[in-house]
C-alpha cells in the first residue's frame, strides 16, 4: 500500500457511471447482508484497510475495533444494504449484479477497485436539466486517510493546486495544466513556482497525451506518494523552464491564507481567501473576522474560487460572522432533506446559524447586509450553502466568477472494515425553503479566473472587478489594468481534486469530531 491515497476517479480520465451502469446486468447482491453498524465489522482478509475497521482518532491516538473475516462479498452486502437504506435516490438505484466480475477481485490488489466499482455502480443514473449527472459526488475513501484529511487538512502533493483546461469544449483537443496556486511556505514556493505556470511535460510525458498509459503517469506526478519523485517541464509567460524535480511530501495546506483591507475611494474592502472547510479553519477564519472588524471595513469579498466544502458546521459559523446575530438570530442556516424512509431525521431541528465556535466561545461579526463572493466550478458544496444560506435571511450576495458546482447534497460518513463510504444523504435548503441548485449559482457577473496575477491583488482580474461591482455596480474593474496580462485568462479552468474536497459534511456527534 502506497503512502498516498488517490481515488479510482482520477484526476485526469473518470469512468462515466452510465458507461458502468451499461455493463451491469441484472441480479442482486450475493450474501445476507451483515446488520449495519455492528461490531466486529465482517471484513475480507483482501482488505488492505481493514486494520483500520472503526477506527477513530482518541485523544490524538488512532483506535480500531476488532473484526471478523469474510469476503468481499459481506462487504458488497453491507454497502447495498446501507445505500438502500441511506440513499437520497435509493428508488433510483440500478439493479446490478454485484458476483461480476468488476466488483469480484478479491485480492489485495484488486480489492479497492472492485469495491468502489460496486458502489459506483448504484449510483442514480438521473441527470439534471442541463444534463450533467445528479450523483457526480457520491465516493468512498480510506477512514484513517480521511480523518487525517479532513481533521487537519494534510494530504500528499506539493503544495500545488492544479487547474486544467481544453481548447475546446468537448476536451478531445489540446489540454493545459497549471498551477491555479502555491502554499505558501512550501518546497515548491521556495524553488520559484507560481501561480500561472504551466506544466508542459511530466515524466517525460507531454500534458496534452491521449493515451491511457500517458495519462497514468500524468496522474502519478500530479497526484505523488509522498516521497516519490517526479520530473516537469514548466513554461511561464511562454517561456520554457529548466527541469524541476518535485518530490511528494506531506501537506498541511493553510485553508485560510490571505486577509487584508484595500482602501479604495475611501471604502474599507476586506479581502478573505478561504480555501477549505476543515476543522483547522475555524480558527483561522476567526482570527481573520476579528482583524477585519478591527479596522472597520465597509464591504467584504469572500474568495472561494477554490473551496470545494467539507464540515457544515464551519460554513455556519463564517455566516453568522459575516451577516451578525440581528439578521440571523432565529432564522435557519440549512435544514437537511433525507429520503422518505429516514422520518427521524426528517424531523431534525435545523442547523442554525452558529453564533459561538466549537469550543463555545463567542464569535465575532462584521454585521453586513451584502457580500461579494468569488466562484469558479470548483466553488462547491459547504461554500455554496454559505451563498444559500446568507440569501436565505436576506444577505445581498454578487457572485463574480464562475458558475459554482451546483451540490446542494451532503453526507454523514460511514464507516465498514477501514472504508468511509459517502453516498449522497440529504439535500440542504436555506431559511426560506430554497435548495435546488443542482446546476449551481450563475454569477450575477461572469469573470474569468486570472492566472497571471497572486490571488487578492488588486491586479487580479476577479477581485478587481468585484471591487467594481461595489463601488459602483458595474462589472468591470476599477483598478487600472482592464485585462490580465498574457492574453487571455484561464476561463473555467478545473481544480485536480478527489471528490472528497466537494462535500459538504455534517458530524453525527454534533460539531465536535
Known amino acids: 500500500?502506497?503512502?498516498?491515497?488517490?481515488?479510482?476517479?482520477?484526476?485526469?480520465?473518470?469512468?462515466?457511471?452510465?458507461?458502468?451502469?451499461?455493463?451491469?446486468?441484472?441480479?442482486?447482491?450475493?450474501?445476507?447482508?451483515?446488520?449495519?453498524?455492528?461490531?466486529?465489522?465482517?471484513?475480507?482478509?483482501?482488505?488492505?484497510?481493514?486494520?483500520?475497521?472503526g477506527g477513530r482518532y482518541v485523544n490524538g491516538t488512532w483506535t480500531t475495533v476488532s473484526y471478523t473475516n469474510g469476503s468481499i462479498s459481506t462487504e458488497k452486502s453491507w454497502l447495498q444494504s446501507y445505500m438502500t437504506d441511506a440513499y437520497l435516490w435509493y428508488s433510483q438505484m440500478p439493479s446490478v449484479n454485484a458476483s461480476l466480475s468488476q466488483y469480484s477481485n478479491d485480492t489485495p490488489a484488486g480489492f479497492y477497485p472492485s469495491i468502489d466499482g460496486y458502489f459506483e455502480a448504484l449510483k442514480t443514473p438521473a441527470r439534471t436539466a442541463t444534463g450533467a449527472l445528479l450523483d457526480r459526488f457520491s465516493f468512498t475513501y480510506p477512514t484513517k486517510l480521511w480523518a487525517d484529511l479532513i481533521g487537519s487538512g494534510t494530504s500528499g502533493g506539493y503544495g500545488i493546486e492544479w487547474s486544467v483546461t481544453y481548447d475546446d469544449p468537448t476536451r478531445t483537443e489540446t489540454?493545459?495544466?497549471?498551477?491555479?496556486?502555491?502554499?505558501?511556505?512550501?518546497?515548491?514556493?521556495?524553488?520559484?513556482?507560481?501561480?500561472g505556470d504551466e506544466v508542459l511535460q511530466i515524466d517525460g510525458v507531454a500534458a496534452n497525451v491521449t493515451t491511457e498509459a500517458g495519462r497514468q503517469v500524468l496522474n502519478a506526478g500530479?497526484?505523488?506518494?509522498?516521497?516519490?519523485?517526479?520530473?516537469?517541464?514548466?513554461?511561464?509567460?511562454?517561456?520554457?523552464?529548466?527541469?524541476?524535480?518535485?518530490?511528494?511530501?506531506?501537506?498541511?495546506?493553510?485553508?485560510?491564507?490571505?486577509?487584508?483591507?484595500?482602501?479604495?475611494?475611501?471604502?474599507?474592502?476586506?479581502?478573505?481567501?478561504?480555501?477549505?472547510?476543515?476543522?483547522?479553519?475555524?480558527?483561522?477564519?476567526?482570527?481573520?473576522?476579528?482583524?477585519?472588524?478591527?479596522?472597520g471595513i465597509d464591504d467584504l469579498v469572500l474568495d472561494v474560487r477554490y473551496n470545494g466544502g467539507g464540515y457544515l458546521y464551519v460554513a455556519s459559523e463564517l455566516a453568522y460572522m459575516i451577516a451578525g446575530s440581528a439578521r440571523t438570530a432565529g432564522k435557519t442556516?440549512?435544514?437537511?432533506?433525507?429520503?422518505?424512509?429516514?422520518?427521524?431525521?426528517?424531523?431534525?431541528?435545523?442547523?442554525?446559524?452558529?453564533?459561538?465556535?466549537?469550543?463555545?466561545?463567542?464569535?465575532?461579526?462584521?454585521?453586513?447586509?451584502?457580500?461579494?463572493?468569488?466562484?469558479?466550478?470548483?466553488?462547491?458544496?459547504?461554500?455554496?450553502?454559505?451563498?444559500?444560506?446568507?440569501?436565505?435571511?436576506?444577505?445581498?450576495?454578487?457572485?463574480?466568477?464562475?458558475?459554482?458546482?451546483?451540490?446542494?447534497?451532503?453526507?454523514?460518513?460511514?464507516?465498514?472494515?477501514?472504508?468511509?463510504?459517502?453516498?449522497?444523504?440529504?439535500?440542504?435548503?436555506?431559511?426560506?425553503?430554497?435548495?435546488?441548485?443542482?446546476?449551481?449559482?450563475?454569477?450575477?457577473?461572469?469573470?474569468?479566473?486570472?492566472?497571471?496575477?497572486?490571488?487578492?491583488?488588486?491586479?487580479?482580474l476577479q477581485y478587481a472587478t468585484a471591487v467594481g461591482?461595489?463601488?459602483?455596480?458595474?462589472?468591470?474593474?476599477?483598478?487600472?489594468?482592464?485585462e490580465p496580462r498574457g492574453g487571455v485568462p484561464n476561463v473555467g479552468g478545473r481544480i485536480l481534486r478527489g471528490p472528497e474536497r466537494e462535500n459538504r459534511i455534517l458530524l453525527e456527534e454534533g460539531r465536535v469530531r
Open 222 to 295: 500530479l497526484s505523488p506518494d509522498i516521497g516519490a519523485n517526479h520530473t516537469f517541464v514548466i513554461a511561464r509567460n511562454g517561456v520554457t523552464l529548466a527541469p524541476l524535480t518535485l518530490t511528494g511530501a506531506s501537506i498541511t495546506a493553510d485553508p485560510v491564507p490571505n486577509t487584508h483591507v484595500d482602501v479604495v475611494n475611501g471604502k474599507r474592502i476586506g479581502y478573505i481567501l478561504f480555501n477549505s472547510h476543515t476543522a483547522a479553519s475555524e480558527a483561522k477564519l476567526i482570527a481573520s473576522v476579528n482583524s477585519l472588524a478591527g479596522q
Open 469 to 482: 461591482q461595489l463601488l459602483n455596480g458595474s462589472c468591470s474593474p476599477v483598478f487600472a489594468r482592464a
Open 333 to 460: 442556516f440549512e435544514k437537511l432533506q433525507y429520503n422518505d424512509k429516514r422520518t427521524a431525521d426528517n424531523n431534525r431541528a435545523p442547523t442554525e446559524f452558529f453564533s459561538t465556535s466549537n469550543s463555545g466561545a463567542t464569535l465575532p461579526s462584521l454585521n453586513l447586509g451584502r457580500v461579494t463572493v468569488l466562484t469558479t466550478g470548483n466553488t462547491c458544496s459547504a461554500s455554496e450553502a454559505i451563498i444559500n444560506s446568507l440569501r436565505g435571511v436576506g444577505v445581498t450576495v454578487t457572485v463574480v466568477g464562475g458558475t459554482t458546482c451546483g451540490k446542494p447534497y451532503g453526507f454523514t460518513a460511514k464507516d465498514n472494515c477501514g472504508i468511509s463510504y459517502f453516498p449522497i444523504e440529504f439535500k440542504g435548503v436555506n431559511n426560506v425553503g430554497f435548495g435546488d441548485y443542482a446546476d449551481g449559482f450563475a454569477p450575477n457577473c461572469a469573470v474569468a479566473d486570472d492566472l497571471s496575477q497572486p490571488l487578492g491583488s488588486r491586479q487580479e
Open 175 to 195: 489540454r493545459h495544466i497549471k498551477v491555479a496556486y502555491v502554499e505558501v511556505g512550501s518546497a515548491v514556493a521556495a524553488l520559484g513556482i507560481t501561480r
Open 1 to 53: 500500500m502506497t503512502n498516498r491515497f488517490v481515488p479510482s476517479r482520477t484526476v485526469l480520465t473518470a469512468i462515466a457511471s452510465a458507461a458502468l451502469l451499461a455493463a451491469c446486468g441484472g441480479g442482486g447482491s450475493d450474501d445476507t447482508p451483515p446488520v449495519s453498524g455492528t461490531n466486529p465489522q465482517v471484513c475480507s482478509p483482501n482488505n488492505p484497510y481493514r486494520a483500520d475497521a
